[in-house]
């Protein structure tokens, strides 16, 4: 088979991580042609934002302290995870190169003190420049061929929307194509480091935090891979999180759809345009562990069998969330409150993460995350109180819970069942919220009822017995 094998930030977060890492792909290149896709150093791509967090703050010394810091992990990691001394030399030697580079980013930007959407790119795209080394010379310290190459390198072309940017996939298929193909058929293996690519005038761009999940998506469509491995900290997809419930159990298969709507609601985090690349060529994914390869995980297939079809297969909960009401009588049934409440949130760089209104126009709910919730309540209570709106109300501590399957779209009496499952933990629901696809039923209760709601709805459908 042909697989991308994507490995996570705290898959690579030590030396032996990165050893295990790399003694995992050698044993599937054995009977697979394999691409490597790999996050960079847990904790990297935080440092390298805080770094620009410091020099936006005019914090010299500070910006100084962090980039060493970040300098001398990867040096150790480079000198604890290879053995061969030759093999060590090019690697640090490889590494230096990378680090003249950031360290001179680094210092146009202290002077500049400020960094552009573009520098910010720039800087950030360095953890996996420096991760995707890391791995490829510990393949070759066991003696497998690889070769680590950047997002630009591979020929990921993008648009310049810099922080979230997009391919253009026509000319990244072209290219990809040409420089894995050659690799591949000399049987090298290709080491590429997630997160970024370059514009069409050669300029770093990235897909936003989380987004070496979807270069790993954009190289299996490139390459026609027969599967891809998203490889974590995580055994796959849940019924629930085992930290809320006792008896979650690892799916087996899912949908495609499913699987959106479980990593939008934070069951794993997946980058949330992962799946894009694949629709087309139907591509199936599997989400597996690093750390347990005995283990298959969960398959994400575009059509899951017969079998796997259930109603509810997940049930999930996003805490720490806060809710505002506003209500004002009759005032809200006048046209365009909806466009004014959403441009002022807009406008303040908050996302709503949910929306509710009764017929009566007397209300609207909305839920935004908590540290959002104070400048997003002052936002409205300035531009629409008095005015548009009568009353804001404020409630810091909720969760959203939401029942994911794909089963749920046209059978009847699931949302009985979900408020029968609250009821009777005695619960109060906030705020109810279904989307016209039908693959989540979502509502909002009290944060400090939310466990017992979460496994009150996994006992309700039977999901520790799920097969
Ligand atoms: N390193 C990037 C991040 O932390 C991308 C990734 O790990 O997927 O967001
Ligand atoms: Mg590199």
């Given at each position: 088979?042909?697989?991308?094998?994507?490995?996570?930030?705290?898959?690579?977060?030590?030396?032996?991580?990165?050893?295990?890492?790399?003694?995992?792909?050698?044993?599937f290149s054995k009977d697979n042609e394999i691409v490597v896709v790999c996050s960079a150093v847990d904790g990297t791509t935080d440092d390298l934002l805080t770094i620009s967090r410091l020099i936006e703050q005019k914090k010299k010394d500070d910006v100084t302290k962090v980039l060493n810091n970040v300098i001398k992990k990867h040096k150790q990691f480079a000198n604890q995870t290879v053995k061969n001394s030759a093999i060590k030399k090019q690697l640090l030697q490889k590494l230096n190169t990378d680090v003249s580079e950031l360290k001179e980013l680094v210092r146009g930007l202290t002077l500049l003190k400020e960094v552009s959407a573009r520098s910010l790119d720039y800087l950030i795209s360095f953890g996996e420049r420096l991760s995707d080394d890391l791995v490829s010379f510990a393949l070759q310290d066991i003696k497998k061929k690889s070769t680590a190459l950047n997002g630009k390198e591979v020929g990921i072309v993008t648009d310049s929307n810099f922080g979230e940017s997009r391919p253009l996939m026509d000319t990244t298929r072209i290219r990809i194509s040409k420089t894995l193909g050659s690799l591949l058929a000399k049987k090298i293996i290709p080491v590429v480091g997630g997160f970024a690519g370059a514009d069409q005038h050669g300029n770093i761009t990235t897909f936003g935090r989380g987004g070496s999940d979807y270069t790993a998506t954009i190289i299996?469509?490139?390459?026609?891979?027969?599967?891809?491995?998203?490889?974590?900290?995580?055994?796959?997809l849940m019924t629930a999180d085992p930290k809320l419930v006792k008896n979650a159990k690892l799916l087996k298969e899912v949908s495609y759809a499913e699987a959106i709507e479980m990593a939008q609601f934070g069951a794993k985090q997946i980058h949330p345009r992962t799946f894009e690349p694949l629709f087309h060529k139907k591509i199936p994914m599997r989400i597996r562990s690093?750390?347990?390869?005995?283990?298959?995980?969960?398959?994400v297939t575009p059509s899951p069998s017969a079998a796997t079809k259930k109603t509810?297969?997940?049930?999930?909960?996003?805490?720490?969330?806060?809710?505002?009401?506003?209500?004002?009588?009759?005032?809200?049934a006048a046209p365009g409150t909806a466009a004014k409440i959403f441009t002022t949130l807009a406008e303040k760089n908050v996302n709503v993460m949910m929306v509710s209104s009764n017929p009566s126009e007397s209300s609207v709910s909305l839920l935004v995350k908590r540290p959002d919730l104070e400048k997003a309540a002052n936002a409205?209570?300035?531009?629409?109180?008095?005015?548009?709106?009568?009353?804001?109300?404020?409630?810091?501590?909720?969760?959203?819970?939401?029942?994911?399957?794909?089963g749920m779209r046209g059978t009847v009496g699931?949302?009985?069942?979900?408020?029968?499952?609250?009821?009777?933990?005695?619960?109060?629901?906030?705020?109810?919220?279904?989307?016209?696809?039908?693959?989540?039923?979502?509502?909002?209760?009290?944060d400090s009822d939310c466990k017992a709601v979460v496994q009150s709805l996994h006992d309700e459908f039977k999901l520790d017995k799920i097969r």
């Amino acid at each position: 088979m042909r697989l991308v094998l994507k490995f996570g930030g705290t898959s690579l977060s030590s030396p032996n991580h990165i050893r295990n890492v790399a003694k995992i792909v050698a044993s599937f290149s054995k009977d697979n042609e394999i691409v490597v896709v790999c996050s960079a150093v847990d904790g990297t791509t935080d440092d390298l934002l805080t770094i620009s967090r410091l020099i936006e703050q005019k914090k010299k010394d500070d910006v100084t302290k962090v980039l060493n810091n970040v300098i001398k992990k990867h040096k150790q990691f480079a000198n604890q995870t290879v053995k061969n001394s030759a093999i060590k030399k090019q690697l640090l030697q490889k590494l230096n190169t990378d680090v003249s580079e950031l360290k001179e980013l680094v210092r146009g930007l202290t002077l500049l003190k400020e960094v552009s959407a573009r520098s910010l790119d720039y800087l950030i795209s360095f953890g996996e420049r420096l991760s995707d080394d890391l791995v490829s010379f510990a393949l070759q310290d066991i003696k497998k061929k690889s070769t680590a190459l950047n997002g630009k390198e591979v020929g990921i072309v993008t648009d310049s929307n810099f922080g979230e940017s997009r391919p253009l996939m026509d000319t990244t298929r072209i290219r990809i194509s040409k420089t894995l193909g050659s690799l591949l058929a000399k049987k090298i293996i290709p080491v590429v480091g997630g997160f970024a690519g370059a514009d069409q005038h050669g300029n770093i761009t990235t897909f936003g935090r989380g987004g070496s999940d979807y270069t790993a998506t954009i190289i299996a469509s490139c390459i026609n891979a027969d599967e891809i491995w998203l490889m974590s900290d995580v055994d796959g997809l849940m019924t629930a999180d085992p930290k809320l419930v006792k008896n979650a159990k690892l799916l087996k298969e899912v949908s495609y759809a499913e699987a959106i709507e479980m990593a939008q609601f934070g069951a794993k985090q997946i980058h949330p345009r992962t799946f894009e690349p694949l629709f087309h060529k139907k591509i199936p994914m599997r989400i597996r562990s690093t750390f347990d390869v005995k283990n298959i995980g969960t398959i994400v297939t575009p059509s899951p069998s017969a079998a796997t079809k259930k109603t509810v297969k997940c049930v999930s909960a996003i805490r720490n969330i806060g809710l505002i009401d506003l209500s004002g009588g009759i005032m809200f049934a006048a046209p365009g409150t909806a466009a004014k409440i959403f441009t002022t949130l807009a406008e303040k760089n908050v996302n709503v993460m949910m929306v509710s209104s009764n017929p009566s126009e007397s209300s609207v709910s909305l839920l935004v995350k908590r540290p959002d919730l104070e400048k997003a309540a002052n936002a409205l209570e300035m531009n629409l109180l008095g005015q548009t709106v009568k009353k804001v109300d404020v409630t810091p501590g909720v969760s959203i819970i939401a029942v994911i399957g794909s089963g749920m779209r046209g059978t009847v009496g699931v949302a009985s069942k979900v408020f029968s499952a609250a009821q009777k933990k005695n619960v109060n629901v906030i705020m109810i919220a279904q989307g016209s696809s039908e693959l989540n039923l979502a509502f909002v209760v009290k944060d400090s009822d939310c466990k017992a709601v979460v496994q009150s709805l996994h006992d309700e459908f039977k999901l520790d017995k799920i097969r």
